[in-house]
C-alpha cells in the first residue's frame, strides 16, 4: 500500500475545504475583537484592581474602617446604632458589626438624600464618618467594571463583550493550533518592529491566558443585566434557592432577600420568611419591648416583642460568624434577618428568626445550595479574588495584565496588517458555506446567550451586506 503523502507545508497548497474554514474562524475572531478589545482592556484594568478591594478601602478609608485601640468592652449595637441615628437622623435599615477586633462597626441608614453607612467605634460609641452605601473607592471601582454608572444599555453591552470573549478564545485556539508548524507556536519570533512579533506575541499569550479569560468570561455572566437575571429566576424561582423546608416548613413573604441587602448570588431571589404573632404579641410587642430599643425616628426599631439586644444575642449563640449583618424586622410579620458572605464560603449563613419568639425559621449556608448554587458561587468566588487568599489575587492580577497584553499585541498586529484604506478585514472563504457552516455553530452559543446570539446575527448581516461582490454596471 502507498502511504499517504506528506501535508503540504505551503498554506496555499492546503485543501480548499481547510483553507475556507479557517478563512471563517479567522474572520469571526477579527469581528470578535473588532468589538471586544476595548471592553476587554476595561474590564482586565478594573477588575485586577478590584480584587484588592478590602486593601483599597482599608487605605483610602483607613479613619472610617478602623476603630480606636482602647481596652473598653464592646457597647451593645442598640447603643451603636442611637449614636450613629444621633448624628444622621433617619430610618435605620441594617446594622454590621465588627468582623475582627479593631475594626468599627456599619450602621445603615436612609436618610431623605438617599442611604449612608455611618461607621462608629464599636469601644467609645463615637461615630466615626460616614459614605453613601457603596460610595466606597472599592465600590465605585466594582460599579466602573460593571458600567453601572452607565445604564442598563452600557451593561447589556458588557454582557455582549463577555459573549463574544468567549468566541475568541475559541476561535483562537483553532487559529493557534500548529497544523504541522513548530515556530510561532510556544515561542516568539522576529523583533518588535515585525509583524510576524506580535503576531507571535499575540497568540503565545493567549494560549496561556485564554483558559482564565475562558473562566471569568463565563463566571461573571450571572451578574450580567440580561442573562444574569434570567438565569437567576430560573435557578431560584419558585422559592427554589430559598427552600422553605431547609430547617422547618414556615410561611414565607413576598419579600426578597436581595431587596434589601447584597446576597449571594445563589440567593438572590430567596424569599424571606413571615414571623407569626399571636393576638397577645400583636397587642403588646411594641409596647412592651419599645425600652429596650435605641431612640430613633424610625418605628420599625421597636417592632417586636423580642428586642434588638436579645435578637443579636441569639446570632450569637447561633454561631454565625462575626461581621454579619443584621436587618430589623419590617411589620408585624417581619423577621430579624442576620447573612453574611465572607471569603471563606463555608462561612456563608442566612438565618431569620421570628420576631416574637426568637425561634429560627430559617438557616441557611452554603452546604444547604443545591449542586448548581454551590459551583456558582465557587466560581464567583474565585472571580472576585477570594477563595484562595494571596494566591487567588496574585493569578487574576497576572491574569488581567495578560489580558491587557492580549488586547495590545492583537491591536497593533492589526494596525500592521491593515490596508492604507480600509478595515483589513480577513479575506472571505471562497466557499461561503464554510462561513455560514462557522456561523451556525456560534448561533448555539447564541441560543444559551440571547443578548450574544441578536449580536451575532447583526454581525453577520453587516458581514454579508457590507461585503457582497459589487454587481457589474449595466
Not at 408585624?332 to 471569603?343: D, F, M
Not at 472571505?428 to 456561523?439: E, H
Request: aromatic share 10%.
Amino acid at each position: 500500500m502507498t502511504p499517504p503523502s506528506p501535508a503540504p507545508a505551503n498554506p496555499a497548497a492546503r485543501p480548499r475545504i481547510h483553507t475556507d474554514v479557517y478563512r471563517a474562524v479567522w474572520r469571526w475572531h477579527f469581528y470578535a475583537g473588532l468589538l471586544v478589545l476595548p471592553f476587554l482592556i476595561w474590564l482586565a484594568v478594573t477588575g485586577g484592581l478590584f480584587v484588592f478591594k478590602d486593601t483599597i478601602d482599608d487605605a483610602f478609608h483607613r479613619e472610617l474602617r478602623f476603630a480606636s485601640t482602647s481596652t473598653q468592652p464592646i457597647q451593645p449595637s442598640s447603643q451603636l446604632i442611637a449614636a450613629a441615628l444621633n448624628a444622621h437622623p433617619g430610618s435605620f435599615v441594617k446594622y454590621t458589626g465588627p468582623a475582627t477586633p479593631g475594626r468599627t462597626a456599619e450602621v445603615g441608614i436612609a436618610t431623605a438624600q438617599g442611604r449612608l453607612l455611618v461607621y462608629v467605634d464599636p469601644k467609645e460609641g463615637t461615630v466615626r464618618g460616614a459614605l453613601p452605601e457603596g460610595g466606597s473607592v472599592a465600590w465605585t471601582i466594582r460599579k466602573l467594571h460593571s458600567l453601572k454608572y452607565f445604564g442598563s444599555i452600557a451593561r447589556g453591552a458588557i454582557e455582549i463583550a463577555a459573549g463574544w470573549a468567549i468566541l475568541l478564545v475559541l476561535t483562537g485556539l483553532y487559529l493557534w493550533w500548529p497544523r504541522g508548524r513548530t515556530q510561532g507556536v510556544v515561542s516568539v519570533r522576529g523583533t518588535s518592529t515585525q509583524r510576524v512579533f506580535w503576531r507571535d506575541l499575540h497568540a503565545v499569550t493567549g494560549l496561556f491566558v485564554g483558559a482564565a479569560l475562558l473562566f471569568l468570561a463565563i463566571t461573571g455572566m450571572p451578574w450580567s443585566v440580561f442573562w444574569g437575571a434570567k438565569a437567576n429566576e430560573l435557578a431560584n424561582g419558585h422559592n427554589f434557592g430559598y427552600p422553605a423546608g431547609v430547617r422547618v416548613q414556615v410561611p414565607m413573604s413576598q419579600a426578597r432577600l436581595s431587596d434589601h441587602t447584597t446576597t449571594a448570588w445563589s440567593l438572590q431571589q430567596a424569599q424571606i420568611p413571615q414571623s407569626a404573632p399571636t393576638d397577645q404579641d400583636a397587642h403588646a410587642g411594641h409596647a412592651g419591648h419599645a425600652a429596650a430599643m435605641p431612640a430613633s425616628p424610625s418605628p420599625t426599631l421597636a417592632d417586636g416583642a423580642l428586642g434588638w439586644d436579645a435578637a443579636i444575642a441569639i446570632f450569637d449563640r447561633l454561631g454565625i460568624a462575626q461581621g454579619y449583618t443584621v436587618q430589623p424586622p419590617k411589620g408585624p410579620t417581619g423577621v430579624y434577618s442576620a447573612s453574611i458572605y465572607p471569603h471563606d464560603l463555608d462561612q456563608q449563613r442566612v438565618i431569620h428568626i421570628d420576631q416574637y419568639s426568637g425561634l429560627p425559621l430559617v438557616d441557611m449556608g452554603y452546604q444547604d445550595y443545591g449542586p448548581l448554587g454551590r459551583w456558582l458561587e465557587w466560581g464567583i468566588n474565585v472571580h472576585l479574588g477570594q477563595e484562595f487568599g494571596v494566591l487567588n489575587q496574585i493569578v487574576l492580577v497576572v491574569a488581567c495584565l495578560a489580558i491587557v497584553l492580549l488586547c495590545v499585541s492583537a491591536g497593533t498586529m492589526w494596525w500592521k496588517r491593515r490596508p492604507a484604506k480600509g478595515w483589513g478585514v480577513p479575506p472571505q472563504p471562497q466557499d461561503a458555506r464554510s462561513l455560514w457552516g462557522v456561523t451556525a455553530l456560534l448561533a448555539v452559543g447564541g441560543v444559551l446567550f440571547p443578548l450574544v446570539g441578536a449580536s451575532f446575527l447583526v454581525i453577520a448581516l453587516l458581514d454579508r451586506w457590507l461585503c457582497r461582490p459589487a454587481q457589474p454596471a449595466t
